[in-house]
């Protein structure tokens, strides 16, 4: 029987579909303390300003903010935006490093959430979209919202 939470999303990162596009995705693992696995559990983590960095054969996120725990050691207490270990088994670090090496690619977190009790990052290998990419993603976007709505009209009508 699993845990409460297990298998949902407790962080996302909503900017990066608009902002890349992901071509490969990879579930890492992350070194935590006690009072910030705490805080994840409790959706008080934020990726929408983190990076990911490759240096030394290991992978860091940057700029992931995790709330203190309120119950938490409050004489020990962590900077919420500190950089943490991502856990990758070096065949896979080894591809994202010559991956990301291509100019306009970059390692982005997508989402955060909970498997087999352990709290998981699903990072993705993305290329920065251009200006003109953005709006003809919109412009596909209203397109199908249009179609999906005229559709619903003729069924109303058909009943």
Known sequence: MGKKNDGKVLAQNKKASHDYF??????????LTGTEIKSIRGGRANISDAFATIRNGEIHIHNMHVSPFEQGNRHNPTDPTRARKLLLHKAQINKLLGLSKQEGYSIVPLKIYIRNGYAKLLIGLGKGKKQYDKREAAAKR???????????EKQKVAR
């Open 142 to 152: 209203d397109a199908q919202r249009d179609i999906q709505r005229i559709l619903r």
């Open 22 to 31: 992901i071509e490969d995705t990879f579930e890492a693992g992350m070194v």
